[in-house]
């Protein structure tokens, strides 16, 4: 464990807690070193040289870090006008379900065609991805896969390097024309901080075994999509990696899926799996097994309700109990005494 030493606090700066609250898990090591050098510095102005001084950055990279602080008016670029980009929406959140680590949910608006101008001019890292991203889609892209590139670099702080090994992915499997599967991952790996080469090459290798497993599966349970959804990648590496099960046994929790809902549900799947995790059961032997137990258990609590079931309609019958009257004596008294009426006398 970890704490700030107290006399370091001899010389200190301050830094908004907005930084720390909503960037840190998203943002790359030139972008901190930059507004760590900004705070630092936050009685005098500064020039892209200075800051790159400072860092050990290039100019290119501490001029793409200040622009990017600047565009969300944490800086001020004296002379230029910067474009905000969603400042209230940085701070906006939403809750994930899965069973990891909660992260910040933001949907922020693409940048409109001024803007991306604008950053081709004053940022070559910008004009070598959009050069790049051409190359390795083999195909020119407009606009909007230009915002959506372009999000990745500047709103969730993924390097050029990495949005460019993206595209070349998806390229070389069939999804050159689908920059919403690049984007779409990307905003996955930034959130798990996958911002490095390495990283992206065991990212990669961690795919390519799951899309193996999905090939199997396919074959085995008759499912029809090609490829898996990214949600499905992530229960396939859950499953398979960190649970290892078999493609034997996915295909075992495929069929007892079947056999209580008409749709493919990987979250059902899940739960059955879960359940096997458990309790310790890696093979079909133990499966069914488990299964033989259950249903012995479930013949066992069947007989035992239905030996209770007379004792308690013996129970619900009440006891008879003697009547609170005598009835052959009413009816007696009924029959042998008349009743007179006695007539009123006139006054």
Same mark, same amino acid.
């Given at each position: 464990?970890?704490?700030?030493?107290?006399?370091?606090?001899?010389?200190?700066?301050? /830094?908004?807690?907005?930084?720390?609250?909503?960037?840190?898990?998203?943002?790359?090591?030139?972008?901190?070193?930059? $507004? !760590?050098? %900004?705070?630092?510095? %936050?009685?005098?102005?500064?020039?892209?040289?200075?800051?790159?001084?400072?860092?050990?950055?290039?100019?290119?990279?501490?001029?793409? %870090?200040?622009?990017?602080?600047?565009?969300?008016?944490?800086?001020?670029?004296?002379?230029?006008?910067?474009?905000?980009?969603?400042?209230?929406?940085?701070?906006?959140?939403?809750? @994930?379900?899965?069973? @990891?680590?909660?992260?910040?949910? /933001?949907?922020?608006?693409?940048?409109?065609?001024?803007?991306?101008?604008?950053?081709?001019?004053?940022?070559?890292?910008?004009?070598?991805?959009?050069?790049?991203?051409?190359?390795?889609? #083999?195909?020119?892209?407009?606009?909007?896969?230009?915002?959506?590139?372009?999000?990745?670099?500047?709103?969730?702080?993924?390097?050029?390097?990495?949005?460019?090994?993206?595209?070349?992915?998806?390229?070389?499997?069939?999804?050159?024309?689908?920059?919403?599967?690049?984007?779409?991952?990307?905003?996955?790996?930034?959130?798990?901080?996958?911002?490095?080469?390495? !990283? *992206?090459?065991?990212?990669?290798?961690?795919?390519?075994?799951? &899309?193996?497993?999905?090939?199997?599966?396919?074959?085995?349970?008759?499912?029809?999509?090609?490829?898996?959804?990214?949600?499905?990648?992530?229960?396939?590496?859950?499953?398979?990696?960190?649970?290892?099960?078999?493609?034997?046994?996915?295909? !075992?929790?495929?069929?007892?899926?079947?056999?209580?809902?008409?749709?493919?549900?990987?979250?059902?799947? &899940?739960?059955?799996?879960?359940?096997?995790?458990?309790? #310790?059961?890696?093979?079909?032997?133990?499966?069914?097994?488990?299964?033989?137990?259950?249903? /012995?258990?479930?013949?066992?609590?069947?007989?035992?309700?239905?030996?209770?079931?007379?004792? *308690?309609?013996?129970?619900?019958?009440?006891?008879?109990?003697?009547?609170?009257?005598? $009835?052959?004596?009413?009816?007696?008294?009924?029959?042998?005494?008349?009743?007179?009426?006695?007539?009123?006398?006139?006054?």
């Amino acid at each position: 464990m970890f704490q700030v030493d107290p006399a370091s606090y001899r010389g200190v700066f301050v /830094l908004p807690s907005d930084i720390a609250e909503n960037y840190l898990h998203k943002t790359s090591a030139p972008l901190l070193k930059v $507004i !760590l050098f %900004a705070y630092k510095n %936050a009685d005098r102005p500064f020039s892209v040289q200075d800051a790159a001084a400072a860092t050990g950055l290039s100019e290119a990279e501490a001029s793409d %870090a200040l622009s990017y602080w600047a565009q969300r008016c944490f800086l001020q670029d004296k002379e230029k006008s910067a474009v905000p980009a969603q400042p209230a929406a940085e701070q906006t959140s939403s809750a @994930e379900k899965p069973p @990891e680590k909660k992260v910040i949910d /933001l949907h922020p608006q693409k940048p409109t065609y001024a803007v991306i101008c604008k950053r081709i001019q004053e940022s070559p890292a910008v004009r070598e991805l959009f050069n790049e991203a051409q190359l390795k889609l #083999g195909r020119t892209i407009g606009t909007a896969d230009q915002g959506s590139l372009l999000l990745l670099h500047d709103y969730y702080g993924l390097p050029v390097e990495i949005i460019l090994t993206l595209c070349e992915y998806a390229r070389t499997h069939g999804k050159a024309n689908n920059i919403s599967y690049i984007y779409t991952v990307g905003v996955d790996w930034s959130r798990r901080e996958i911002d490095t080469l390495e !990283l *992206a090459d065991a990212e990669f290798k961690k795919i390519e075994n799951t &899309n193996a497993v999905w090939t199997s599966l396919l074959s085995a349970a008759g499912l029809k999509n090609r490829r898996p959804t990214l949600p499905q990648q992530k229960y396939l590496a859950v499953w398979t990696q960190e649970w290892h099960f078999s493609v034997e046994m996915l295909t !075992l929790a495929y069929e007892e899926m079947s056999r209580h809902t008409d749709s493919v549900s990987f979250p059902y799947m &899940n739960k059955i799996l879960a359940a096997w995790q458990a309790a #310790g059961i890696k093979t079909p032997e133990q499966a069914a097994e488990r299964e033989k137990t259950f249903l /012995l258990e479930q013949e066992n609590k069947a007989a035992q309700r239905a030996k209770k079931k007379p004792q *308690a309609a013996k129970t619900a019958a009440a006891p008879e109990t003697p009547a609170s009257y005598d $009835i052959d004596r009413a009816i007696s008294q009924m029959n042998t005494t008349v009743p007179t009426l006695k007539k009123k006398e006139k006054r």
